[in-house]
């Protein structure tokens, strides 16, 4: 690196750029400090004026009514199970999609990619009203009879918190993006011996193909984690399936109004901190992907 | 597609090649082998983008031209663009004020995410620990909407952080979210805040394609950091702010989780109420489906031509200054 370039990288006034970047990330995280102090104020201080940054008071009791009153176990345990499902489907087919655009040859490829990136398209809320109607109307499930009426439908099970999720067009597109760059030569190889195509996509393909099956992984498991919109929707119907994020918005209206805003915070930090650790854990692999969604 | 060109993808019968007879088969055998493996990998995906995005995508239109409430199918009627007309009508509150929220609620906050993150990006180019001061930006982004929503409304509260500050250096409260003055450009601050980090990576990603020649140059002919930034830095990273700006400003037209965390139905009097949560509370407050449904029509209308126009004024623009 030349020394001028040393200058453009480093600046001029380097304390001048440190200073603002320094004041900006404060303004980030001040609104994450306050959550956590909040959530160790006690009932009575919350809400007093003036108002103080550090607890008074401390106390841990928020945590405790957050797992009671929110019922935080049963929340936790459906978006786990709704994360676990979503991210292994997207995995699978992203995997099995993926392979098959980048390294199979057949009629239609080049129309059924292009059916894959238009998929990307799609806003989301178009969805969401023909969606709802399909789940609650679903035949011969949830009490429904075969005119998809009479019933819950498929409301009436977790599965329908994921079945918009399970299959992901950017998830294909980022499969048959990596495996396209992984040499042919690896496969034929595995054809001379005798491999089937399972094989040579299950043990071969795969093992390959790691490094993007994690970052993929990551944006599904984080993303599925904070869903909120669709999972409100179907929570309304059958309030058994709330997961962390929906619950603790939903349950709010029940808690006792003078400690509501403490509680509310100590359940916001529990529900966070899963993701909060797997992001920072795997920082790299995440950005990388998330770069790669924005560029399409 | 240059890789998509070969025998395989031409119609069938066209131009096979006269082979021996043995080959050809054996040949032909591996061919339809790898086809089929193609269509079974191929089969969950394609069947679920048919039943869960084709069929409800033309079950959207439909409801759109029709009016019809509760679950039963049969009281189904088809009312062609009637939907459209009242939502669209000056007494309709779904134009004034709804609409014109969403945009000023789109771009308002992508505006300000936008400048706010070439500012950063280009700031923490030029100090060290690049990696931190990236990821502490980008930390609203892996967190639950529920979070960021109801940690900024205790924010903006009488008795929040916000208020208390302004009354520490002697200011009067300000009841941000309470006042229809203040609501939207409350909420708005807030996506804003939301979304800096990832624009801020992508940009950055766009500073480092920018040749370090060019500043070299620059420098010698004794140009200083602003002049670089106005005639290298901001022409050179026009295509990725293009793709920064359509990404957020799409994303911003179709967003309304943030706002029904922070004021539920988008009040007080439909100040901060947008597109999409309108069409969501039609749909899912009152079991007005072909209302919804022209709503979300006409807001997809929207994010189309919003995004047709940017990609104009940015293609224009572009040549007029180089």
Known sequence: MSKKVALRRKGKYPWLSLTFVALGSVLMVVPFFDMIMGSFKSPGEYGKLPYHFLPQTPTLSNYAAAFTQLDLGRLFANSIFVTVVVTTSVLLTSAMAGYALAKLRFPGRSVIFRIVLATMMFPPFLLLIPDFLMMVNWPLAGGNDIFGTGGQGLTSTLLALCIPFLVSGFGIFLMRQFMAAIPDELLDAARLDGASEFRIWFSVMLPQAKPAAITLGLLTFIAQWNEYIWTLLISSVNPELMTLPVGIQLLQSFLDPASTAPIVMAGLVISIIPVLVIFLSFQKFYIRGFVLSGMK | ?322
């Not at chain 2, 290298?232 to 400003?249: E, G, K, M």
């Open chain 2, 1 to 322: 597609m240059t890789t998509m060109s070969g025998p395989w993808i031409e119609p069938e019968g066209a131009t096979t090649p006269v082979l021996p007879t043995r080959v050809a088969k054996t040949k032909n055998r591996g061919r339809r082998k790898e086809a089929w493996t193609a269509y079974v990998l191929l089969a969950p995906s394609l069947l679920f983008f048919l039943v869960f995005l084709l069929l409800p995508s033309i079950f959207a239109v439909v409801l759109s031209l029709s009016s019809w409430g509760g679950f039963d199918l049969s009281t189904i009627e088809f009312v062609g663009l009637g939907n459209f007309a009242r939502i669209l009508s000056p007494d309709s509150t779904f134009v004034v004020p709804i609409l014109i929220n969403t945009l000023v609620f789109a771009f308002g906050s992508v505006t300000i995410a936008v400048i706010a993150s070439v500012a950063i990006a280009q700031f923490i180019e030029r100090i060290s620990l690049q990696g931190f001061w990236r990821t502490l930006y980008f930390l609203p982004l892996v967190t639950t909407v529920v979070a960021v929503g109801n940690v900024w409304k205790y924010l903006y509260r009488p008795s929040g952080f916000i208020n208390g500050a302004l009354n520490f250096l002697g200011f009067k409260s300000i009841p941000f979210l309470t006042d229809p003055g203040t609501a939207l450009p409350a909420v708005i601050v807030v996506a804003a805040w939301g979304s800096i980090g990832s624009a801020i990576l992508i940009l950055t990603a766009g500073l480092k394609s920018i040749p370090d020649p060019y500043y070299e140059a620059a420098e010698i002919d004794g140009a200083n950091s602003w002049q670089q930034f106005w005639k290298i830095t901001l022409p050179l990273l026009r295509p990725t702010l293009l793709f920064v700006l359509i990404t957020q400003v799409i994303g911003g037209l179709q967003s309304f989780a943030l706002i029904n965390v922070m004021t539920g139905n988008g009040g007080p009097a439909n100040a901060t109420n947008v597109g999409a949560l309108e069409m969501y509370q039609q749909a899912f407050a009152f079991g007005q489906w072909g209302t919804a449904s022209a709503m979300a029509m006409v807001l997809f209308v929207i994010i189309f031509v919003i995004t047709l126009i940017e990609l104009w004024f940015f293609r224009t623009k572009g040549e007029d200054t180089e």
